[in-house]
């Protein structure tokens, strides 16, 4: 599928029909002594599940608040897991011991439930909004400003100050980048504008402080094609770094030949977690890779992290856009030339584009203090 195609339109993206929408926010808040004074139980002081009415009544109240404004999806965390949400054709929450992850196609799954332990005290507690409904990016500031309402809702019913809430509003356009040779022709136009200019359209004002940051994450899956890249020696040997040199050294001249300067490889089975921080950082945190970026910096270079020794799922490839990616248009030149490196990739990587998958999801987000 030749994409040198219908880019004379350069600030325009052209993606598959078949790309799934997702939209969700979360509301953050600390679980302070006042408020526990305020909504627990004494006479569960003692118990074994001192904090269990505690949950009950907050999670019965954002519940009443959602179906007040016809909010069909929420979810109350209130076990201090990372949240992350993700389009599936069946619905399904999964956890761990540090992640609780919500899959759901927002056209056909409604939901509401709230997850907690009595026995144990959370430091915040995350209040999930889940967009619904078949046009979730052109609707997406509608659904901001009636989280917003909620939020403040919530705020006054239990007397948490407006300022104690930390809202993140996150978006996700989510693509085989070889649907066409799957079969799929239809196309739809983006221009990846900021969330900022989208929702000042809707008269939504989002502050200027916010923490909007915007980046790809493409997926490919091992299988014994790309395994057999390198010598069978270090597979039987249970050596994978001459592959992952292989697939990194690759990714990285094509990203740079297509003038993309900051982002990642992530092989370790670990998953990335791509945030705005003033400087540049790379930590772990138990099953979580935790990328911090600058845009304002356009030439952070590439991080390579892996375990030679084992053998994952999928390599993880990441762009994260600079200011110098966002035109006046918005960020649909920066997905082409991520589109163009991984095309570049996969001719390396003597891709079958009518049989592998090569997913890539477009991230932009912005998080800010209520």
């Known amino acids: 599928m030749s994409r040198s195609r219908m880019r004379s339109a350069q600030h325009k993206v052209f993606i598959p029909s078949s790309a799934r929408e997702n939209q969700y926010l979360l509301a953050k808040f600390s679980v302070t002594d006042e408020l526990l004074a305020k909504f627990s139980d004494s006479s569960e002081k ?92 052109q609707d997406s500031a509608k659904f901001h400003k009636k989280v917003l309402k909620a939020v403040s809702m919530f705020a006054e019913k239990t007397g948490i100050p407006k300022e104690g809430f930390r809202v993140c509003d996150h978006q996700h356009l ?30 939504v004002e989002l502050p200027e402080d916010d923490s909007a940051l915007t980046y790809a994450v493409a997926d490919i899956r091992f299988n014994r094609r790309i395994k057999q890249l390198i010598n069978k020696e270090d597979l039987d040997n249970e050596n994978y770094n001459a592959l992952y040199s292989l697939i990194a050294d690759a990714f990285i001249n094509s990203a740079k030949q297509h003038k993309l300067n900051n982002g990642a490889v992530i092989a370790n089975g670990l ?3 791509v945030r705005k921080t003033e400087e540049e950082l790379v930590t772990t945190n138990g099953e979580l890779q935790n990328l911090g970026y600058n845009p304002e910096h356009s030439s952070c270079g590439y991080t390579c992290k892996w375990s030679a020794d084992k053998l994952v799922d999928k390599i993880q490839f990441i ?52």
């Open 46 to 137: 003692n118990s074994d599940k001192p904090y269990l009415g505690f949950y009950k009544k907050l999670s019965k109240l954002f519940f009443e608040i959602n179906e007040e404004l016809n909010i069909d999806s929420g979810q109350f965390v209130g076990n201090d897991k990372f949240t992350r949400v993700r389009f599936s054709p069946e619905k399904i929450t999964a956890q761990t011991n540090q992640q609780i992850l919500f899959l759901y196609n927002s056209s056909y799954h409604r939901s509401e439930h709230a997850y907690y332990d009595g026995s144990k005290r959370a430091k915040k507690i995350t209040l999930v909004f889940l967009s619904n409904g078949n046009d979730i990016r």
């Open 174 to 203: 989510t693509y085989d980048l070889f649907a066409k040779e799957k079969g799929d022709e239809g196309l739809q136009v983006h221009k990846l504008r900021p969330l900022s200019k989208r929702y000042l359209a809707d008269d």
């Open 271 to 273: 998953v990335p977690i």
């Open 319 to 370: 762009f994260v856009a600079s200011k110098d990616d966002r035109t006046s248009h918005g960020y649909g030149k920066f997905l082409n030339q991520v589109e163009d490196t991984l095309e570049s990739l996969a001719k390396k990587l003597e891709f079958v584009n009518d049989q592998e998958q090569l997913i890539l999801r477009i991230h932009q987000h912005v998080g800010f203090d209520y």
